[in-house]
């Protein structure tokens, strides 16, 4: 019972669409019909600028942070953690409130990942080392999909060999592949050499 009331907050709370709000509150403007119509950081800071795109992404990551705290004083279980982070990242990628059409997960995975270090006892690299990794990627091909995709793959190998919970693996391999996935038309079109580089966080 208790992680059905962790899935369905989490849920809720992950659904709130920081992208949408700021973009209808302070600019007038829906984000949706800009740039690649993701609700996430990165295109609102393509569309609205890059104070705009690093509030949503901060927002984004905090929801998470949120739901899973939620779920921590709830059932204090790592499992409880895992649930409502996880819901959390699909209320994100497919919000309640705005029609099913959100983000791409990687505010959410650094939500997860933030929560780990400052409610969970990891230590920082858990967040600042696929951070780190993201931010680098980005600083040399200038790609943000890559830099989310591979830093994901750190979050996971360091989860790995650290030998985390067998709950934070399992999470990390979740939002890992929900990355992958919601990131396809993005890896199409760096095959193809196509992929827009990002020019707002300059």
Known sequence: MDLLIVAVLGYLIGSVPFAYI???VFFGTDVRE??????GGSNTGRVLGKKAGVAVMTLDLLKVTLSAFLAWKISSHAWAMACGAVSAAIGHCYPLYVR???GKAVAALYGYLFALWVLADY???VFFLPLIAFCVILAAFKIVSLSSILSSLVALAYACAIEAHISVVCTVVFFAILIILRHSGNIRRMLSGTERKIRWLK
């Open 100 to 102: 099913f059409r959100g």
């Open 34 to 39: 800009y740039g690649s119509g993701n609700l």
């Open 22 to 24: 700021i973009g209808k």
């Open 123 to 125: 230590s920082p690299l």
